[in-house]
């Protein structure tokens, strides 16, 4: 009897259990197909909201477009020219043009050399107003014109830049050398303790301003400009030459100290330039800088024999040469 009852209540027991089970799944799927329903209809909407947001930006950037004026062609110049190709700040310069049909404004801007954009501002006044096809504009150079030579005198033209005219600039600081390069030293030019070895190949220079070591390499073919590279002098003083990959022949030198550290540590260096023709030889270098635009720098340095070398300077050397001559006059180094 016992038994029996306790058959039965398990039975409604697990009956019950099922019921329950079958409520909650029927409850589930209700609350899913709800949560399906709401986000189906929000989906909806955000798509159709999507849309007309797409419709509106196309229409708006399809009315920009048309309404976006054209920019019309600038009259060409027939003539532009400074009354002076040199100048210095303060003074003033006369700039005369001719156009080949009427123009709306004209103006002049300053240019560094290679046409890099300069925060340069020209004191101008138009000279002759009552034409607009030619005029005569007279302009000064500010304070700071004096490190910036050569400038590039550019004539705007409704807008557009459409010739220009090269104004070598009076220096701040003078150089020590004479015929004068285009570019102003951009800090007095200063005496520096250097050092000078010709190799087979190329030379080395040592300057203690900069504590480098430059390589001068010979050009491999006619034309061609020779190649420089810099790098830091790492010697110690007391440490020994690092060891030669062979005996220099008769009548040549192995580099030692930083010269040597360079040389024998860097096989294509040591393959480029070749054995020493001399031992190293100390002397005092005058050493300047030039900006020549975005980031062109050149560096002008005298060799031992009082000669000139400019480098030129990208970021790094990336080119030498030496100049003897300035323009159609030899170049003489008048000392720092």
């Known amino acids: 009897m016992n038994l029996a009852i306790a058959a039965r209540d398990g039975a409604k027991a697990i009956a019950q259990v099922k019921g329950d089970r079958v409520i909650r799944v029927k409850r589930a799927r209700a609350t899913a197909r709800t949560y399906n329903t709401v986000t189906g209809i929000y989906m909806r909407k955000l798509r159709r909201s999507l849309i007309v947001i797409a419709l509106v930006l196309a229409a708006a950037a399809s009315a920009h477009s048309f309404a976006r004026p054209i920019l019309a062609q600038a009259p060409n110049v027939l003539a532009f020219t400074l009354d002076k190709q040199e100048a210095a700040p303060g003074e003033t310069i006369i700039a005369t043009y001719r156009l080949d049909r009427p123009a709306r404004g004209v103006t002049l801007t300053a240019m560094a050399f290679g046409f890099v954009p300069l925060n340069l501002h020209l004191q101008q006044q138009m000279l002759s107003p009552s034409s607009r096809r030619s005029g005569v504009i007279s302009f000064s150079l500010p304070a700071e014109a004096g490190k910036l030579s050569p400038l590039m005198i550019a004539l705007n033209v ?26 102003c030293p951009f800090a007095p030019p200063r005496a520096t303790w250097a050092a000078f070895q010709r190799f087979e190949r190329g030379a080395m220079i040592w300057l203690a301003e900069t504590d480098s070591v430059y390589v001068l390499y010979d050009a491999l073919y006619s034309g061609d400009a020779p190649r420089l590279e810099r790098y830091d002098d790492l010697f110690v003083e007391g440490n020994p030459d690092p060891p030669l990959p062979a ?13 040597g550290l360079v040389w024998r540590t860097r096989e294509r260096v040591r393959n480029a330039l070749g054995w020493a023709l001399a031992p190293e030889q100390g002397y005092t270098a005058c050493l300047g800088y030039a900006y020549y635009g975005g980031k062109s720098m050149r560096a002008y340095v005298t060799t031992i024999e009082r000669s000139l070398l400019e480098f030129e300077i990208y970021y790094a050397p990336v080119r030498w040469r030496a100049l003897n001559r300035i323009g159609d006059q030899p170049v003489v180094v008048t000392g720092c």
């Not at 807008?159 to 570019?183: H, K, N």
């Not at 005996?247 to 100290?257: D, Q, S, T």
């Open 247 to 259: 005996e220099p022949p008769a009548g040549r030198f192995a580099p030692v100290r930083g010269f």
């Open 158 to 183: 409704d807008g557009q830049l459409r010739s220009r005219q090269r104004l070598i600039v009076t220096c701040d600081y003078p150089w020590f050398f004479a015929p004068r390069v285009e570019g």
